[in-house]
């Protein structure tokens, strides 16, 4: 059997995003546009905003990935696109997209999950390894999964309020930095003074919990910018800290608790270096190998969309052509 090319689709929230997959292992090309920089103006991402502009970006990008593929549409053997979660209408741009270019081409289309998609940057790096613990980290989600075969996964705990991403964002909102906040709350900690440091209390959820609870940093920053107006630098370090303690403390809880020898960390927030540090000192304490993938797969794009999808063709799933996107969808079996 010749090689399977996956044509990705992602635009659940603000990067149109493409790539060309080959086997759900084989990176071939990417392109993304991202409206990021005109929802920074407004503090956050505008829906309507993001749905006008994936339509307008979306065949831009299908020929951009195409031209650096050096394959034409008519090698490509599959179509997979985000389904859900996300926003209605920006998931609709990609969704009848995909369907419309699976018609057309008559080749299959299959839906997948957005964080489910996540998890899979990893599969673009090495074959994923079973059974595992996941660590998906975004801006609109943070849950623990036992991952224990593709299409296995079972949430083992998440957050009962604001995501991880979203601490982030929010955070650097009150410091007056524009969204997304992670990469900027990063650097902004970098100038960080040592001594004395500044320091966000973290939420207690009870000894069992694998859940999270980051909505209380918001205002415990909002506070400490007023108490502290001359330390951005602090505050942003201690905001970060707070994140990353609260995730390791609770993935250490997940690895006593399912001793397993895989450890994957997705997501936005996983482009994070001082996560990504304490993710690997917790793993060589518990002697699990850390699997994260590469800054640049971390945030959204449709290489680990094509990734997924491919797994989820070989397991015989197809999109119904009558489906609408599902913006609430829940991960897991
Ligand atoms: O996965 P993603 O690109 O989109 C969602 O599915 O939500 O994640 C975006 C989130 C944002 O909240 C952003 O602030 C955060 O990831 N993020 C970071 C970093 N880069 C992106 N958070 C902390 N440190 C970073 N370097
Ligand atoms: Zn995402």
């Not at 943070?142 to 309020?161: A, M, S």
Request: proline share 6%; charged share 20%.
């Amino acid at each position: 059997m010749g090689v399977l090319n996956v044509l990705g689709i992602e635009s659940s929230c603000d990067d149109t995003a493409i790539a060309v997959v080959q086997d759900g292992r084989h990176l071939v090309s990417q392109a993304v546009a991202s409206s990021a920089k005109i929802h920074a103006r407004y503090g956050g991402v505008v829906p309507e905003v993001a749905a006008r502009e994936h339509t307008m970006a979306i065949l831009p990008v299908l020929e951009e990935t195409l031209e650096r593929s050096r394959i034409s549409l008519s090698a490509i053997d599959a179509i997979a696109v985000t389904e859900g979660p996300g926003l209605l209408g920006a998931l609709l741009i990609g969704v009848t997209f995909a369907k419309a270019l699976g018609m057309g081409l008559g080749i299959p289309v299959v839906g997948v999950h957005h964080l489910e998609a996540h998890l899979y940057a990893n599969a673009l790096i090495e074959p994923i390894a079973f059974p595992a613990l996941g660590l998906l980290v975004s801006g609109g989600h943070t849950t623990i999964v036992l991952w224990q075969g593709h299409g296995r996964l079972d949430v083992l705990g998440e957050t009962r309020d604001d995501a991880a991403g979203e601490a982030f964002d929010k955070g650097a909102r009150a410091l007056g930095l524009p969204y997304p906040g992670g990469p900027q709350i990063e650097r902004l900690a970098r100038t960080a003074r040592v001594e004395p440091r500044l320091r966000l209390p973290l939420a207690n959820l009870g000894p069992e919990s694998l859940d999270f609870s980051f909505s209380g940093l918001k205002t415990a920053t909002r506070e400490m910018v007023v108490a502290y107006p001359d330390r951005p630098g602090d505050i942003a370090w201690a905001l970060e800290d707070a994140v990353v303690r609260a995730l390791v403390k609770t993935m250490t809880r997940a690895l006593t608790r399912h001793p397993v020898h895989e450890l994957y960390l997705a997501g936005g927030v996983s482009a994070n270096t001082a996560l990504r540090e304490q993710m690997s000192l917790l793993a060589a304490r518990h002697a699990v190998r850390l699997h994260i993938p590469p800054v640049e797969l971390c945030t959204d794009n449709a290489a680990m969309v094509a990734a997924l999808g491919y797994y989820r063709l070989e397991a015989g799933h197809r999109m119904d052509m009558g489906a609408s996107p599902r913006t609430n969808y829940p991960l897991g079996r």
